[in-house]
């Protein structure tokens, strides 16, 4: 149901802005689609593999390991070990999304898996010394990772926090 | 080819693909040979289910994305909100972080521009926050598709502020070496590079 709904949110924004840019009569479809095409060339392959990947993982891996490193009752250091997983995780989202979600199936907590997400997109280390550093500038990139370091934890420990209390009311 | 910039970057962006393309392999030689071919048959059939349920939303993407390049050009993104400042601009460069797509090579070129317009470090940050947390597209095709739907309701809500948040902190701190930034600018430019 979820699913469709997120497709049908999807599939009304491209044909809203299809039609924005179709009314433009300049050739902004055809741009679009271009670009759309150059993206789904990088992207098809990489996500072909992640999926695999990170199923073969799942599958190889025993869940109460999962459990004991990363599950919901590690707290914070299990926080701390997944904020640290996520920061060294490299790749795009479709490699990161593919191996936190079979984590989370197969043992992992929801608020260790939640800092695991936030640790990769704050401060991927991979993303962060190829792209941001040369772009922005190490002095840019170290203040914006320094107050963004323990967001992580904190988003984990609020998620936590949310659980206990859905609990206790439910 | 013998452009320097093209040519350094494409094999970066091989060897990522590379990489996965090896650990994918490897996982599934090992869950083959470990397992048997029961469970690694068993593995495959369920990615390539996940698969086939990804792909619709995977076309939806690259073409948001590629129309969202093309309708909101970023050179105008920038300097509109460049120009922006005090708790509104830090409000808005998280927005504009989780409306924008595309990857680190639009984002941080972004950035750049956004601090020639006049952003702040705080702004910045913002705005690199709110595309790293926030980002609608990056969530809607790869995080919905991957992790069950209350999981993503959970982390995006508990994230919602944290680019302002993360916006304000970063101009507390470090606005004071920013006010001192004239002085050892012109000292280390000299020494750079």
């Known amino acids: 149901m979820n699913i469709v709904i997120a497709s049908l949110l999807l599939y009304g924004a491209v044909f809203v802005l299809g039609r924005i840019a179709w009314q433009r009569h300049d050739g902004s479809v055809r741009r679009s689609l271009d670009l759309a095409l150059i993206q789904a060339r990088l992207v098809a392959p990489r996500i072909f593999f992640a999926v695999l990947g990170a199923g073969f993982i799942a599958a190889l891996v025993p869940p109460e390991l999962v459990a004991a490193i990363i599950g919901g009752d590690t707290g914070f250091l299990g926080l701390l070990i997944a904020s640290a997983l996520g920061a060294v995780t490299p790749g795009g989202p479709m490699l990161a999304f593919a191996v936190g979600s079979a984590a989370l199936e197969v043992g992992g907590g929801t608020p260790q898996i939640i800092a695991f997400v ?53 | 080819m013998p452009d320097p910039a093209h040519a350094g970057r494409r094999p970066k962006g091989d060897v990522g693909l590379l990489v996965v393309a090896s650990v994918a392999i ?34 939806a993407g690259v073409l948001l994305s590629g129309l969202l390049t093309v309708l909101l050009p970023q050179d105008k993104v920038a300097r509109w909100m460049g120009a922006r400042s005090g708790l509104r601009g830090l409000v808005l460069a998280g927005l504009a972080g989780a409306l924008l797509p595309g990857g680190p090579m639009m984002a941080f070129p972004l950035t750049v521009a956004l601090g020639v317009a006049g952003a702040d470090i705080g702004t910045a940050t913002a705005f690199i926050a709110g595309w790293s947390l926030l980002n609608l597209n990056r969530t809607l095709v790869w995080e919905m598709s991957f992790f069950p739907h209350d999981f993503v309701y959970l982390r995006y809500g508990l994230s919602l502020l944290v680019p302002v948040l993360l916006g304000l902190s970063a101009r507390a701190i470090f606005a004071r070496t920013k006010a001192e930034a004239p002085r050892k600018d012109s000292a280390s430019e000299g020494n750079a590079e």
Do not use: H
């Open chain 2, 26 to 59: 490897t996982a599934g030689a090992l869950c083959y040979f470990l397992k048997g071919p029961e469970v690694f048959l068993a593995t495959l059939g369920d990615d390539l289910d996940l698969l086939l349920s990804i792909l619709p939303k995977v076309l």
């Open chain 1, 118 to 170: 936030t640790a990769w997109g704050l401060y991927n280390l991979n993303r962060t010394t190829v792209w941001e550093m040369p772009i922005i500038g190490r002095r840019a990139t170290l203040q914006r990772i320094a107050v963004a370091l323990p967001v992580p934890l904190l988003l984990g420990l609020a998620a936590g926090e949310i659980a206990r209390l859905a609990a206790s009311f439910g």
